[in-house]
């Protein structure tokens, strides 16, 4: 074992890596988009795999829900695994008209209610921004796979059943295109050790409208987001 909660050996890991809050979804991707994949990591259910995509070789790696749970990965893949680029693909609420379920949002920066990054900052406010170029290579990738992507502000919350509904009107008129529970805190962790990061999320979830997807389409509805993700990752 190399780390508490990963049991890959240390040259099991591309440097380059996938993550997803789901141990299914990571698992869909490793079976569905690379060759010749191999799973590299169980403990906690929380798999991993590593095979190649257009013959280069990257990893698929689960983070769980919730900054505790994705930081614990994030730091152990960059501390113990030497893994130099992450792109989170995950799913997201909107309370923008403009963007649409299955819409792709790409997370330029993201706000947070989670005192993660206070703790760390020491007290003050951390801009937790993607890393630019991977930014730049996304939309390059996007516009050659002819897909619309929205860029811009996310929020990152530890709390999905929010007790103060009112704020999302806040979070709409502040332009937040995105919310999702990860974000800020692998920017961050990216940050800290000076490794990219960015997150490319599906919307799962339109709180105005209040349209959601079913646990199945979360799990396996993404492949534009994952292959966009995967393009990026191999520039
Ligand atoms: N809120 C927070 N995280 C999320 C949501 C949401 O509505 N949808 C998917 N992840």
Redesign the pocket.
Known sequence: MITPHINAKKSDFSNRVIMSGDPRRVRYISENFLKNAFQITNVRNMLGYTGYYKNILVSIMSHGMGIPSASIYVEELIKFYNVKKIIRV????TTQNTIHLKDIVVAMGACTDSNFNRIKFENYDFSAIADFNLLLQAKTCADDMNLTIHIGNFFT?DI?YTHNKSFYNVLNRYKILG???ETAGIYSIAAEYNVQALSLCSV??H?ILNKNLTPKEREFTFNNTIELALNTLIL
């Open positions: 995950g799913t997201c609420g919350t999905f919310i999702d529970m799962s979830d709180i």
